[in-house]
């Protein structure tokens, strides 16, 4: 088989590992990818909203699958492109990647299936927000662009006046571009987060092992939001309980909710969990594989790859016994320091070489390039370094002793990812 995979981040590097496993893979592209990509795939130059391109290239080379990593064209509806010129692709159509792609889609379809989230209103004018912060809300209280904002768009605010600038944040100063044009205005809930990553062929959800992010940039949930300072997985937290909740009321419920509304959902459901103490609770639903979730999830997955997307696509997830080895594993990004906020790009990196043949350790590439004496920094988030251990603790020394082998001027990291294993 030839796959395109299309993306450029740390995850499209887990993914692409794993589909390098399948026995099936001949070849695998990835557009546009990234110099750690590089390495195991052939790049094409071309970006992930170019569609037209990406749908050329497919049928020039005769692509076998295409798997969409990114939400940004998946809510753009780069699926149904591929589906119209009869190329297998993994992802939902634009119809259904919706969910999250509009907070108030998602929040909407929440309230009608009895899925548990937080209360919420939705506005689509500023003074209306305004003056249903004046009147009735309770504080804090969180505002979400409706749209996509690189994970940025939300705010949580403990003041009206804190909220009031919010508003203007979000829907007047367009911060978030027209992602802000509508918002959502949510209750606070307090709890642990989780994320659950799962599969889904439109009417059948198989649940990968559970996740926990770092979103903030700085130790001890410091700092400002970022796309995702580094993972473990499984979560301790992710109790049987917690588990036989959300299997009874989020996540068939979710797929159900979607084939009701005429939106069939292929592909991957990535559900933000918060265990509050009424129980979890819906956060987001994200389209797509989670980043830097992916890269602890999928190396521990068992299943090729490529027979549980072929799965997903063809209605017959059901066969598929999905599982995942026994063990724990901690990702570490290293990113440049100034991010998300401003940082160098172009510094060279050294080290990466350790890596190699030892199977408990990866380094996913997420901003790098290659430069003319080997491999240069390209983004704020550059490398997710993961290891594997028995359990979570062994999986966490070992990573940020991995952390050690790399080096480039401007590194940064967090020293307490996974710190949390250590209260459960
Ligand atoms: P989201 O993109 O919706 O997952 O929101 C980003 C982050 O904001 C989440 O990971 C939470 O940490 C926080 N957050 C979102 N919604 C709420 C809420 N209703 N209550 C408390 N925190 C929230
Ligand atoms: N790590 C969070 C996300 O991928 O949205």
């Not at 993914?15 to 990234?34: E, F, H, L, R, T």
């Not at 064209?73 to 634009?94: H, T």
């Not at 408990?360 to 490398?383: E, I, P, S, W």
Request: aromatic fraction near 8%; charge should be negative; hydrophobic fraction near 40%.
């Amino acid at each position: 088989m030839k796959v395109l995979i299309v993306g450029s981040g740390g995850r499209e590097h887990a993914i692409a590992m794993s589909v390098k496993k399948s026995a099936k893979v001949d070849k695998m592209y990835c557009a546009p990818g990234n110099a750690g990509i590089g390495q195991i795939a052939e790049c094409v130059p071309i970006g992930a909203m170019e569609f037209d391109k990406l749908v050329d290239f497919a049928k020039k080379e005769a692509i076998d699958l295409v798997i969409v990593g990114m939400d940004d064209p998946l809510v753009g509806g780069l699926v149904d492109e591929f589906e119209k010129a009869d190329i297998p692709v993994f992802g939902p159509r634009k119809n259904a990647a919706i969910l999250e792609g509009s907070k108030a889609f998602s929040k909407d379809l929440m309230k009608k299936y009895n899925i548990p989230t937080a209360a919420y209103e939705t506005f689509d004018d500023a003074d209306a927000a305004i003056d249903y912060l004046k009147t009735k809300a309770e504080f804090p209280i969180v505002l979400k662009a409706d749209g996509l904002a690189l994970g940025k768009g939300v705010l949580i605010c403990n003041t009206l006046d804190e909220a009031l600038e919010g508003v203007s944040t979000i829907m007047k100063d367009k911060k978030f571009g027209d992602a802000g044009n509508r918002m959502v205005i949510e209750e606070f809930m307090t709890g642990r987060e989780v994320s659950v990553l799962s599969f889904v062929d439109g009417k059948t959800i198989k649940i990968m092992s559970s996740a926990q992010d770092h979103k903030r940039a700085k130790d001890g949930d410091q700092g400002l939001n970022t796309g995702g300072m580094g993972t473990f997985s499984p979560s301790p937290f992710y109790t049987k309980e917690v588990d036989e909740f959300c299997k009874k009321y989020i996540y068939q419920a979710t797929v159900d909710a979607m084939a009701k509304e005429g939106r069939t959902f292929k592909g991957v459901i990535f559900f933000g969990l918060m265990l509050t103490e009424k129980g979890p609770r819906v956060l987001e639903y994200n389209a797509r594989f989670g980043d830097p979730e992916a890269q602890v999830v999928l190396p521990r997955m068992k299943n090729d790859m490529i027979e549980v997307v072929e799965a997903c696509i063809n209605g017959t997830l059901d066969r598929i016994d999905l599982q995942f080895e026994d063990n724990a594993a901690v990702c570490v990004v290293l990113a440049s320091d100034g991010y998300p906020v401003s940082y160098e790009k172009g510094l060279p990196i050294t080290g990466l070489e350790a890596f190699e043949g030892k199977d408990d350790y990866f380094v996913f590439h997420a901003g790098t390039k290659m430069g003319d004496a080997g491999f240069v920094t390209n983004g704020g988030r550059v490398l997710g370094v993961t290891a594997k251990g028995a359990d979570l603790k062994e999986a966490r020394k070992k990573a940020y002793e991995a952390t050690e082998w790399v080096k480039f001027d401007n590194k940064y990291m967090r020293h307490d990812i996974g710190k949390a294993i250590d209260e459960a």
